[in-house]
């Protein structure tokens, strides 16, 4: 049992994140995970990101606003708006099967006969799947219902702030390729993507339900909730800690790190990476603070209680904007 709960929310919060991820009819606008580290003169500032969005994200404080625009560079996951002509032969270089493979050959029969009635369900023909591994087939699943909700790409925070940047001709650099984030996916052994696979058929309906708490508490900037619904099942169960190892722990490091050599710029940038990387011990937050980096929550108006992200220790009070 509790290794389902923890499927459920680990689907739910790493597709959500790649799908991601996250409303408040009390407030004008939302109340984001946003901070600012300091060493020097240099500032970088961090916010939590969905990748999916809702009306009710927008319009963002003008503490994150004001922090935008006084940044010299925008620093995103993988630039959305610029994944070159190829994108289309990337993704299929790591989602597709090689030619004398298909689906059927790789799942069980029985995943197959869930897989073809969810695609009667959806209007498709679960010969469109045939080509893809299960990692791939999943998260077009999961996309057809996020789409049956009120959240939108285009509303996404990344793309917000990658037209943003664009319109004003703000340098844009990357963290992560396209590549890369894909490889990740299709470096899992099929076995485990079929297992993530059948779990998502099994609970597509009930995943709305985690996509709209997700949406609700980022909306609200409640960290602990995050961190609890989203992360803390599958970062402790057994059965799931590889995978956590291998979409977050290791992504966090690398991040961190390349966030690190910004600070020997001297200059103000603004990181936009998905909430989920910010959150827990391994996160990117905690990371930058064990190097000596000096960490603050900017105070965007009403927070709720929140995790121990923001237990008073050095440099986690809030803060206006600098």
Known sequence: MLYRMALRRLIASVLAFFLFVMSSAIQAASTPAFWVATKGTSKVYLFGSMHFGRQDFYPLPDVVERAFTASSTLVVEVNLLDLGADAQQVIFRHAGLPNNQSLADIISPETYSALTAQASRNQIPVTAFNRFQPWYVTLTLVEAEIRKTDLRQQLGLDLYFLKRAAAVKKP?????????????????????????????????????????VAADAWVLGDLGMLDKSLIEPFRT???????????????????????????????????????????????????????????RRLSVGHLTSDSSLESPEPGSQETGLP
């Open 172 to 212: 844009v650099e990357e963290l992560e390729t396209f590549d890369a984030q894909l490889a990740l996916f299709s470096s899992i052994a099929f076995e485990d993507q079929e297992r993530f696979l059948r779990q998502t058929l099994a609970d597509l309906q009930s995943s709305r339900g985690y996509l709209k």
């Open 237 to 295: 169960q057994e059965e799931t800690t590889q995978l956590f190892d291998k979409m977050f722990t290791q992504r966090n490091v690398k991040m961190a790190k390349a966030i690190m050599d910004y600070f020997e710029e001297g200059e103000s940038v603004f990181v936009v990476v998905g909430v989920g990387h910010m959150l827990g011990d391994d996160g990117v937050i905690r990371l930058l603070r064990s190097q000596g980096i000096d960490v």
